[in-house]
């Protein structure tokens, strides 16, 4: 059986998505936050899995938005940067280059009750 590793989090913040032009200094505490987030997560996640990294792998996303405007889910992947970075932190794998992380698909669903993304891991080792 492939090795996942599946993590929930919240949408990022408006000012982490790439046609909000925020300051960087009111931009670095919530990627902060963010890359925080994503790294306890994963932490979690992988504690509770008992995996210690791998070497590769492949990265699909799920984005749950509480309406149904219209959205943009490649502009929410670069949104994600930030939560990427902390899952690299937690040693998922060991850096989100080409030879580590491959994209895998991006998709977009509504649920008014319950925004967020999902991050999927599959382990390509």
Not at 26 to 41: E, F, Q
Not at 59 to 71: P, Q, V, W
Not at 80 to 98: E, H, Q, S, V, Y
Request: charged share 30%; glycine share 6%; proline share 4%.
């Amino acid at each position: 059986m492939a090795k996942k590793i599946k993590i929930e989090l919240a949408l990022p913040h408006p000012k982490l998505w790439s046609n909000r032009n925020a300051h960087w200094r009111t931009k670095a505490p919530i990627t902060k936050a963010y890359r925080s987030l994503a790294y306890r997560a994963m932490n979690y996640e992988m504690a509770r899995l008992n995996e210690t990294g791998w070497n590769r792998a492949c990265l699909s996303m799920e984005f749950t938005f509480k309406d149904k405007r219209r959205r943009d889910v490649y502009n929410a992947a670069q949104a994600m940067k930030a939560a990427i970075d902390g899952c690299i932190d937690a040693c998922i794998i060991p850096d989100d280059d080409w030879k580590h992380l491959l994209g895998g698909g991006l998709r977009g669903n509504v649920d008014k009750d319950n925004p967020g993304v999902v991050m999927i891991f599959d382990c390509l080792d």
